[in-house]
């Protein structure tokens, strides 16, 4: 019975994300798409405990949010225990907190792809030099990615992007709010999503990792 909840859990999970499941009555292709489907999601599990173990202060402290999502694994961070404000080089005691995140990336799910978001608040660029509230949300989540990069996580895993300030959590008329629409989210993303998207989108060039195609996509 927890086998077929669970089944239905992440079965669900996908349809969300666009993923089709389509089973046939007695074959046996899709008791192995069960097995399939618990793996999957006893990783992701299995990810987000170690996550919470490892960053519990900082998660009791509100700095750092571990949550499955309809698109994966989330782990979000808020912006200043990672950046000065206005600022996109990392904080000397971020590093930390994503060297942990990295060995989990590393050891538990070695094979999915992540995806790195960078958010803002709505209010407008004045002194940091920024051309906007995208640039720096963009600039934000390269420098997470280069972090990982540089702790072992291999570049074609990796996709960095920034929505400035298009994609708020809460309210921006508050500072609570503004703080909580403040941050960098790491993704990490089902395999069997990564499977299907794969059928349909080309791998990067030859030319250049994930994460240099993206930088050239912000110039």
Same mark, same amino acid.
């Given at each position: 019975?927890?086998?077929?909840?669970?089944?239905?859990?992440?079965?669900?999970?996908?349809?969300?994300?666009?993923?089709?499941?389509?089973?046939?009555?007695?074959?046996?292709?899709?008791?192995?798409?069960?097995?399939?489907?618990?793996?999957?999601?006893?990783?992701?599990?299995?990810?987000?405990?170690?996550?919470?173990?490892?960053?519990?202060?900082?998660?009791?402290?509100?700095?750092?949010?571990?949550?499955?999502?309809?698109?994966?694994?989330?782990? @979000?961070?808020? &912006?200043? *225990?990672?950046?000065?404000?206005? /600022?996109?080089?990392?904080?000397?005691? =971020? $590093?930390?907190? +994503?060297?942990?995140?990295?060995?989990?990336?590393?050891?538990?799910?070695?094979?999915?792809?992540?995806?790195?978001?960078?958010? @803002?608040?709505? &209010?407008? *660029?004045?002194?940091?030099?920024? /051309?906007?509230?995208?640039?720096?949300? =963009? $600039?934000?989540? +390269?420098?997470?990615?280069?972090?990982?990069?540089?702790?072992?996580?291999?570049?074609?895993?990796?996709?960095?992007?920034?929505?400035?300030?298009?994609?708020?959590?809460?309210?921006?008329?508050?500072?609570?709010?503004?703080?909580?629409?403040?941050?960098?989210?790491?993704?990490?993303?089902?395999?069997?999503?990564?499977?299907?998207?794969?059928?349909?989108?080309?791998?990067?060039?030859?030319?250049?990792?994930?994460?240099?195609?993206?930088?050239?996509?912000?110039?």
């Amino acid at each position: 019975m927890q086998r077929l909840s669970a089944f239905f859990m992440i079965a669900c999970l996908l349809m969300l994300n666009g993923c089709a499941i389509v089973f046939q009555k007695g074959s046996r292709t899709d008791v192995e798409k069960i097995v399939s489907l618990q793996s999957e999601l006893d990783e992701l599990k299995n990810a987000k405990k170690q996550l919470e173990d490892q960053l519990a202060q900082a998660i009791k402290d509100n700095q750092v949010k571990v949550e499955m999502a309809e698109r994966g694994l989330v782990i @979000t961070f808020v &912006a200043e *225990i990672l950046f000065a404000s206005g /600022k996109d080089k990392l904080r000397t005691e =971020a $590093a930390p907190l +994503l060297d942990k995140v990295s060995n989990v990336l590393s050891e538990t799910v070695p094979d999915n792809s992540i995806g790195i978001e960078g958010h @803002t608040d709505n &209010a407008p *660029i004045k002194y940091s030099g920024w /051309k906007s509230n995208w640039e720096l949300s =963009a $600039a934000r989540a +390269l420098s997470v990615l280069h972090h990982l990069e540089k702790k072992g996580i291999n570049p074609q895993r990796m996709s960095a992007i920034g929505y400035g300030e298009y994609r708020p959590v809460d309210s921006n008329d508050t500072a609570q709010g503004r703080q909580k629409n403040r941050r960098v989210e790491i993704v990490i993303i089902p395999k069997i999503a990564k499977q299907r998207e794969g059928a349909t989108t080309p791998a990067p060039s030859a030319s250049g990792s994930a994460s240099e195609v993206q930088t050239k996509e912000l110039k």
